[in-house]
Each structure stands twice: as structure tokens, then as C-alpha cells.
């Protein structure tokens, strides 16, 4: 016999992850960030704190880069679900959009994160690779997948 994860159980584990010791505000401090050419490798799942890739964060115009920066959007309508039919739990939030931003830099990826007091003590949550764009004063939305942006199967 196999053993198995029920599907209620990896949406308590999100659910829990997310919310615990973030105060009053719940996961108000969980945000969202752009990065640029990459000189690190954001994508290495032994990152732990937002200082480990911040070299890498987008800094054009109307983005502010760093903790605490404009540039670093707090995720809208956060919401976590059971899937059963896909056997998942989904962590699901609004579109992103950027206003006029940048001109020169090119982003690349797109690191979720829980603000704390500096980068160094700013949890790294997920990281998403998204294509490629050369920005250009336009604004800029990072669309979120129809069936949420993170899944724990």
C-alpha cells in the first residue's frame, strides 16, 4: 500500500506557511519582484533570503529595487484552494502590472517573497521564469497561470 499526502493536508501546509508569524497583517508583507540579466542563479532552491539574488533586481525607471522599494508590488486577492481533480493545492493572486516601466533593462524572472526587516531576513518563496521583455516605458503585467501561480502536488 502507498503512502499518501491528502490533498486537504498540502493546502493546510501552504495555508500555514504562509500565514505563520506575519502578525496582524497576515500575508500582507508577501510581495512580488522583477529581475534582470542574471548574474546569480535565482532559480537555485538552496536561496533562502532575498539577499541571496537582490544583485539581480530590475532597477529601471518606476522601480525602485531593494527592501521596501516601489518596485515590489504586495500580491492582490492571495488566495490558496484544494484541487482534488489534479490531486494540488494552488496558491492563486492577481495580475501584476508595472507602470511605464524601465526603458534599458530586460526582465527575466519574477521572485515572490515575504518582506521581514532588510533583504537579508526577506523570505524567498517561489521564483517564476517568465519570457524574456525588453522594456520600454510601457506598463508591463505579469499575468498569473488561470489555475493559480504556485501548486504543491
Do not use: C
Not at 48 to 57: G, K, L, R, S, V
Not at 89 to 113: H, K, N
Not at 116 to 121: L, M, Q
Request: charged share 15%; proline share 2%.
Amino acid at each position: 500500500m502507498a503512502s499518501v499526502a491528502y490533498n486537504s493536508f498540502k493546502t493546510l501546509l501552504f495555508t500555514a506557511g504562509l500565514t505563520a508569524g506575519m502578525g496582524a497583517g497576515g500575508i500582507a508583507g508577501v510581495k512580488i519582484g522583477l529581475l534582470k540579466q542574471l548574474t546569480t542563479t535565482p532559480d537555485n532552491p538552496d536561496h533562502d533570503f532575498m539577499n541571496d539574488i537582490a544583485t539581480d533586481e530590475f532597477n529601471d525607471t518606476n522601480y525602485t529595487a531593494g527592501f521596501g522599494g516601489a518596485g515590489r508590488k504586495t500580491l492582490a486577492n492571495r488566495a490558496i484552494s484544494t484541487d482534488n481533480v489534479n490531486n494540488r493545492s494552488e496558491w492563486d493572486f492577481d495580475d501584476i502590472v508595472w507602470t511605464t516601466l524601465g526603458g534599458t533593462q530586460t526582465a527575466v524572472m519574477a521572485p515572490t517573497m515575504r518582506e521581514i526587516t532588510n533583504d537579508a531576513a526577506t523570505n524567498l518563496l517561489t521564483i517564476h521564469d517568465i519570457a524574456d521583455t525588453a522594456t520600454n516605458g510601457t506598463d508591463f503585467t505579469l499575468q498569473v497561470g488561470s489555475e493559480g501561480a504556485v501548486h504543491i502536488t
